[in-house]
């Protein structure tokens, strides 16, 4: 007996531990960083609240309702945006919401309207009738349905053919539906009556004034129509053609009226009756506008009542004119608008312009003048639609060999967007398939998982139109030579496409030299050409045809300088610099070889051994006159980092150049032209050597290791020494052989 008690006494203390354990503690936080997640997020309209289930994550840990927090549903029973306030309890404070859209329901032919009751109208001579049909509406809401249609025939008869050309819904709870409907809708039980000569039963005329009595009634053609009337005394007339000529006096008139049968097909069947009518025509000092009816006598008569016609819905996005006619008298129509579920502006001329999605109710008015008091105003529901948004993927153009373009925030246009608003969230564009370069061909531009605005002025759905990315052959451009006197130009090619290096071979004529190469594109302007070396120059091709055309100089068959004899050491490099069109001399004859060359000379030659590139248009320094031959290549110099100037602002331009100054504007010059500067040589041979100022001592040992700079004789380097026009033109004839120009165009 006791072993089988043992394990149950074991179990219960097993139990009375675990319940003395604490049960782990919630965490706390703030809701206003949870996630709210919805079951659905676009729901029909179904006549009852609707109520998304909801799950609310934070950290995530997903918390329970009741417990961490608590529900309310607002605006969830009619179409718009619904929300879901969460607010935290327990652990948890603060609140957070979620919205979601209900759009109105959608009612079918068949399903949801019936047309049982009785298409009848009254003869008037038209066809156009209009008469309710019943809606299965939910929720015990309250609509009004209109169908207008068009008889086959205005002519008095049973189970008349018919066709129904529009349904529209008005009424307290309309804009909670939608008709589906494809019309003409074709119905078979329509009827139309016998009637009687239509007559206003009531009419004003000014004192003094006349009114046509025929003007109030509505007759067969050659109807007979009476009027008669005892206005023994009364101050007024009636002629026997039926017009009334008012007296002087304010008064009441009564007027009899009587007319023939009329059958207006001949069947035997008429279309009036005959009838016998009363008219009380006041005599008044102002009359009264006419009053709103649907009644066809006023659209003959000359007081038309004010009536609304044309649309009465509009998309947010748009705006709507109101078209009222009708109405008597000179005065302006004014405007009113109610918003009901939706809202919106209206303007003195009748222009609707939407702020939310819904209905509203405009009112207008016919304003009073001289002759008539202001009219009775007239009413209209205008249903305010969702817009619908559309964006288009922008068409792209690209030739074989290019990158794949790639698409960004401009590749597409969004429309449906009021001005102002923007997308919740931006689609995203790509290929489909990914573009294939190497080949002709077209690929599709698709846009996707872009967001509407979260303001229930939008349908979620949005439509997306893909582009096209269209790859085409790159095309060929003609380059055209043309030829002049003391040499001739040749191209490596006679097309090229956009982009593609052409070069250019200069040969002179003998003792003639080439001064430079012109290119132009097809609309004139020029293309930057660049000197690779002597007689060799290349530029890059436009996207158009090209001319090409080359400038030579006649030069003497030998140096015309009395100052420069074969003997010297020098004069090979002033040959040199002579005929590459570096350097010309002081004067005819003269060369000047031991002449001291100026900071502003250095720079200008350097800017020739490049090639003259266009130079910038604004200089740095204020001691460099813009007329100045140097101007243009120091600017050159400034601006791509060749020179930097005794200051921000001064450069000395006529200064006599130092051998460490032209050793470090040449190191700058090779580190622009992106040569390898990291080679030296050592300053410790020379006796002088440490005399090199600091900012040019890496350029000086840069200078003697590349043979450039050498030395005087005798272990002397004179860093500090004049530069002479031979040692200018020795130096750059010997950096011009050590680093010759490169396969690409500057």
């Known amino acids: 007996m006791r072993q089988s008690i043992r394990p149950v006494a074991l179990c219960l203390a ?13 965490a706390e936080g703030s809701l206003s960083g949870a996630t709210v997640t919805l079951s659905n997020e676009v729901y029909e309209y179904n006549g009852s609240a609707i109520e998304p289930d909801v799950v609310v994550t934070l950290d995530g840990l997903r918390l329970q309702e009741s417990v961490d927090y608590t529900l309310r549903y607002s605006s969830n029973r009619t179409p718009g945006t619904g929300r879901v306030t969460v607010t935290g309890i327990g652990a948890y404070q603060g609140e957070t919401t979620a919205s979601f859209y209900i759009r109105p329901r959608v009612m079918e032919l068949n399903r ?34 209109t169908c207008r249609g068009t008889f086959s025939d205005p002519y008095v008869g049973a189970n008349k053919s018919l066709q129904v050309n529009s349904v529209t819904l008005s009424g307290r709870d309309s804009g909670n539906y939608v008709l589906d409907l494809s019309y003409p809708i074709p119905l078979s039980n329509g009827q139309i009556t016998a009637g009687e000569p239509k007559v206003r039963t009531s009419a004003e005329v000014a004192a003094g004034g006349t009114l046509d009595l025929n003007s109030l009634i509505t007759k067969g053609a050659g109807q007979t129509v009476r009027f008669s009337a005892d206005l023994t005394g009364q101050g007024s007339a009636l002629s026997p053609s039926g017009v009334l000529t008012a007296g002087a006096e304010p008064e009441t008139l009564r007027i009899s009226v009587t007319a023939d049968p009329w059958d207006a097909n001949g069947d035997g069947t008429p279309e009036y009756t ?91 008015q016919k304003q009073g003048d001289s002759q008539y008091s202001t009219g009775t105003p007239v009413s209209l529901e205008v249903t305010i639609r969702p817009a619908r948004i559309t964006i288009q993927a922008a068409d792209q153009t690209a030739a074989v060999g290019d990158p794949v373009p790639v698409l960004d925030d401009g590749d597409y246009r969004v429309t449906g967007l009021k001005a102002g608003e923007y997308l919740k969230r931006l689609p995203t564009l790509s290929y489909d398939p990914q573009p294939d370069m190497t080949q002709p061909g077209s690929v599709s531009i698709l846009a ?68 430079g190469i ?30 090409v055309s080359a400038a030579f100089q006649v030069q003497a068959a030998k140096l015309p300088f009395t100052d420069v004899k074969s ?14 069109g570096l350097m010309n001399g002081t004067s005819a004859t003269l060369f000047s070889p031991n002449q001291s060359t100026s900071r502003a000379m250095i720079v200008t030659l350097l800017y020739r ?23 243009g290549p120091v ?104 680093y010759p120009r490169g396969e690409e165009p500057q």
Do not use: H
């Open 274 to 364: 005959l009838s016998q009518k009363s008219i009380t025509v006041r005599v008044v000092e102002k009359q009264t506008q006419a009053p709103v009816t649907t009644d066809p006598v006023d659209s003959q008569s000359k007081q038309a009542a004010l009536v609304f016609s044309g649309s009465a819905s509009v998309y947010y996005n748009d705006t709507l004119s109101l078209n009222v006619t009708g109405g008597s008298g000179s005065g302006a129509v004014t405007y009113t608008v109610r918003p009901i579920s939706g809202d919106a502006t209206v303007d003195s001329r009748g222009v609707l312009t939407p702020k939310k999605a819904g209905t509203v109710w405009v009112t207008a």
């Open 112 to 145: 949801d309207l019936d047309f049982n009751d009785l298409p009848l109208k009254s003869y008037d001579g038209g066809t156009d009738v209009s008469f309710p049909a019943r809606l299965a509406t939910v929720g015990g809401d309250s609509v009004t349905v």
């Open 567 to 580: 003997s010297d050491w020098f004069y090979a490099s002033v040959d040199w610099a002579w005929r590459a």
């Open 518 to 547: 012109t290119v132009r594109a097809a609309d004139g302007s020029s293309v930057d050409v660049g000197m690779q070396r002597e007689g060799i120059y290349a530029f890059r091709m436009p996207a158009s045809a090209v001319t």
């Open 448 to 515: 996707s998982d872009a967001q509407v605005p979260a303001t229930g002025n939008y349908a979620p759905e949005i439509t997306y139109r893909p582009g096209t990315l269209t790859i085409t052959e790159a095309p060929l451009y003609a380059i055209t030579l043309q030829q002049g006197a003391n040499g001739t130009i040749s191209a490596d090619r006679e097309t090229a496409q956009a982009k593609e290096r052409v070069v250019i071979t200069a040969q002179p004529a003998e003792n003639c030299r080439c001064t």
């Open 609 to 631: 051994l490049e090639g003259s590139p266009e130079a910038p248009k604004r200089n740095p320094f204020r001691d460099v006159k813009g007329d100045a031959y140097y101007a």
């Open 635 to 738: 600017a050159w110099a400034a601006w791509n980092g060749i020179v930097s100037g005794y200051s921000a602002n001064t450069f000395g331009p006529n200064d006599p150049i130092t051998r460490e100054q032209f050793a470090a504007i040449l190191w700058r010059y090779a580190q622009y032209r992106e040569l390898d500067v990291t080679g030296g040589g050592t300053l410790a041979a020379f006796t002088d050597g440490a005399k090199v100022s600091s900012y040019a001592r890496e350029a000086m040992v840069w200078a003697n290791g590349a043979g450039l700079i050498t030395g005087k004789g005798g272990g002397v380097l004179d860093p500090k020494g004049k530069a002479t026009r031979a040692q200018a033109a020795a130096i750059l004839q010997r950096f011009d052989q050590q």
């Open 14 to 26: 097993v139990l009375l531990l675990l319940s003395l354990v604490p049960a782990p503690a919630r």
